[in-house]
Every structure is written in C-alpha cells, then in structure tokens.
C-alpha cells in the first residue's frame, strides 16, 4: 500500500519526526497502528463505556506529584 501525504501533512510528519528523533515512516507507522489497532481491540460493552471513549482524550503523561507541589510549580 502506498499512501500519498499533502505537503502540509507531509511537514507536519517531518517535523514531528525531527523533534522525536525517529524516521518519518517509523512514526506514521506507529500512529495508524494505534489509531487503528489499538480501536479494533478496544471494544466498549455497553453504553457506559461507549459514553466514556466517546469523551477520552490523550493528554500525553501524567505529571508527578512533585510537579504538583507549590516548590514543582516553579521548578
């Protein structure tokens, strides 16, 4: 399969890619893999978890709670 990017994605994926000190392809692959995989093993049971990936968000980390205290705010 070959996949062609519009050169605004195809930027984006480099530079991502450049911060992340990966390859370009390393990374799109590793992106459909979670969108895609990690979707079709994540099947809700009932309408509460249906409800409950409907509003999820990936925010990245958690910070620690060190990070948290009024000393780690200003660190």
């Given at each position: 399969m070959v996949i062609t990017l519009?050169?605004?994605l195809e930027a984006a994926l480099n530079e991502l890619s450049r911060r992340q000190g990966?390859?370009?392809e390393a990374l799109a692959l590793s992106a459909l893999?979670?969108?895609f995989l990690l979707a079709a093993v994540l099947q809700p049971r009932d309408e509460w978890e249906r409800?409950?990936?409907a509003v999820a968000?990936?925010?990245g980390v958690s910070l620690p709670?060190?990070?948290l205290?009024?000393?780690g705010l200003y660190d």
């Open positions: 519009d050169p605004e990966v390859a370009p893999r979670e969108r409800g409950l990936l968000r990936d925010c709670d060190a990070a205290s009024s000393e």
